[in-house]
């Protein structure tokens, strides 16, 4: 894993901080929900920092895992993230859900020309643990789309003998 720093540190306590504060005391989840949430977004934001996407797929609703890892991972090969910031988080009244927005910016490999994109996550919990359920890019730069695999070519049948 990547050395963290102390930024890495402070992020992690605005984190902590911000998500309390945002699910507030009137939040039906009560305090060891809000902090397996902060826990939860603590870690995928370092996975996302550090492109480790098979841990930030840990995050991710079980039905979404699959395609959530095979889009991320192809990001590996074609960008490096230079910062990501939590900008916001919004509790559900009834605490069932949150949306969390996150900007992220990138270089392509082949572009020295630092991009933006902001992405909104929607977290639930499920079985003791907050999972993203939805992500979306709100604006900025879209993200690389995922290489095309290349189809093996057809194979043209035998010609029949005239």
Sequence with gaps: MAPRGRSGLALRVVIAGVLGAAAGPGCSGGASSRDKLADSLTLLTD?????????????VAPELRKAYLEAHESLADQIDVTDLEVTRRVAAPDGARMSVVIALSWLAKNDPVVKKTVLEQRWEP????????????????PLPDPPRRRRAPATQ???RPA
């Design 126 to 141: 499920r079985r003791g643990t907050w999972l993203i359920v939805r992500e979306r890019r709100l604006r900025g730069d």
């Design 157 to 159: 049948p035998a010609s």
């Design 47 to 59: 996975a996302m920092r550090w492109q480790q996407w098979d841990t930030a797929s840990n995050h």
